[in-house]
């Protein structure tokens, strides 16, 4: 290759994945590096053995951020592209990325629409934002534990591409994973928002969740991609609820913990407006 393209990819038991995710960079990366989080699979060795990639060992400690700038430091080319393990790009995309390092040498960053799937099938009506994957080395960085976001000193141009993310195989995963993420979520919304009101939390898990839903399915258009459309709005709409029941199981927790009796302390207290 000479693209001068680092990929960049974050694992934590990707045996599954790692193959397609590779096959759709290995023709225009100069170099992959994986960062991985102790995989007990074979993701590793895949990795280094089939596609010749360097692979860290960090262990992830919930800092996503931290992980993305740990490959970003390993990076030895100019252009570094991050990815998810469970993302494959279509030959098209990784044509339009070449072009784009190549001719546009006023921008730091270039933006790519990621498209979920669910069992494999691509969602096509539903609006997926442009996601800042591509970037020069040293005109950028990640901030943030979770939902980690990318910090660009220069400017950006969205790309007319996209990324396929597959993300959804059974509802069993579908539900491990908001378990998993939610939990992350409602500790940084306490520590962010420690008072909180009870009202507001009872409203985000019951009407919000209903409002989520109607804004999925209709407003978002997921409804006109079939039955996987509304398992997306089923999800989006799940997903949240399970993290505000977190919060809400946190915060009976943390009242009862200074001795106080709950309910009683919550009858007597005047709500907060939410």
Same mark, same amino acid.
């Given at each position: 290759?000479? *693209?001068?393209?680092?990929?960049?990819?974050?694992?934590? *038991?990707?045996?599954?994945?790692?193959?397609?995710?590779?096959?759709?960079?290995?023709?225009?990366?100069?170099?992959?590096?994986?960062?991985?989080?102790?995989?007990?699979?074979?993701?590793?060795?895949?990795? &280094?053995?089939?596609?010749?990639?360097?692979?860290?060992?960090?262990?992830?400690?919930?800092?996503?951020?931290?992980?993305?700038?740990?490959?970003?430091?390993?990076?030895?080319?100019?252009?570094?592209?991050? +990815?998810?393990?469970?993302?494959?790009?279509?030959? %098209?995309? $990784?044509? !339009?990325?070449?072009?784009?390092?190549? *001719?546009? !040498?006023? =921008?730091?960053?270039? *933006?790519?629409?990621?498209?979920?799937?669910?069992?494999?099938?691509?969602?096509?009506?539903?609006?997926?934002?442009?996601?800042?994957?591509?970037?020069?080395?040293?005109?950028?960085?990640?901030?943030?534990?979770?939902?980690?976001? #990318?910090?660009? @000193?220069?400017?950006?141009?969205?790309?007319?591409?996209?990324?396929?993310?597959?993300?959804?195989?059974?509802?069993? &995963?579908? +539900?491990? @994973?908001?378990? !998993?993420?939610?939990? #992350? %979520?409602?500790? /940084?919304?306490?520590?962010?928002?420690?008072?909180?009101?009870?009202?507001?939390?009872?409203?985000?898990?019951?009407?919000?969740?209903?409002?989520?839903?109607? @804004?999925?399915?209709?407003?978002?258009?997921?409804?006109?991609?079939?039955?996987?459309?509304?398992? =997306?709005?089923?999800?989006? $709409?799940?997903?949240?609820?399970?993290?505000?029941?977190?919060?809400?199981?946190?915060?009976?927790?943390?009242?009862?913990? /200074?001795?106080?009796?709950?309910?009683?302390?919550?009858?007597?207290?005047?709500?907060?407006?939410?």
């Amino acid at each position: 290759m000479n *693209n001068n393209l680092t990929v960049i990819v974050i694992t934590k *038991n990707e045996e599954k994945n790692i193959r397609r995710c590779l096959d759709s960079i290995k023709d225009i990366s100069d170099e992959i590096i994986i960062v991985d989080d102790n995989s007990m699979d074979r993701t590793v060795e895949i990795a &280094q053995k089939e596609y010749n990639a360097k692979v860290i060992s960090n262990p992830l400690n919930n800092d996503f951020a931290n992980q993305r700038n740990l490959g970003i430091e390993h990076a030895t080319c100019d252009w570094i592209f991050q +990815m998810d393990a469970d993302e494959v790009v279509p030959k %098209e995309t $990784s044509q !339009k990325i070449i072009k784009a390092i190549h *001719n546009n !040498k006023d =921008y730091a960053a270039f *933006n790519i629409i990621r498209r979920d799937c669910i069992y494999n099938i691509p969602l096509m009506h539903v609006p997926f934002a442009s996601l800042a994957r591509i970037f020069k080395k040293g005109e950028a960085q990640y901030s943030g534990k979770v939902h980690e976001q #990318l910090v660009i @000193k220069g400017k950006s141009l969205s790309l007319d591409a996209i990324v396929l993310h597959y993300n959804i195989f059974s509802i069993e &995963q579908m +539900m491990q @994973k908001a378990l !998993k993420y939610s939990t #992350l %979520e409602a500790d /940084k919304i306490i520590e962010n928002t420690p008072d909180i009101s009870i009202k507001k939390v009872r409203y985000k898990i019951s009407f919000g969740t209903i409002k989520l839903f109607l @804004k999925h399915y209709f407003k978002r258009n997921s409804r006109k991609d079939g039955e996987v459309g509304f398992i =997306y709005a089923v999800i989006n $709409s799940i997903s949240p609820a399970i993290l505000w029941l977190k919060v809400l199981e946190k915060l009976i927790l943390r009242d009862r913990g /200074k001795g106080e009796n709950y309910l009683e302390a919550r009858s007597q207290k005047p709500e907060a407006r939410g």
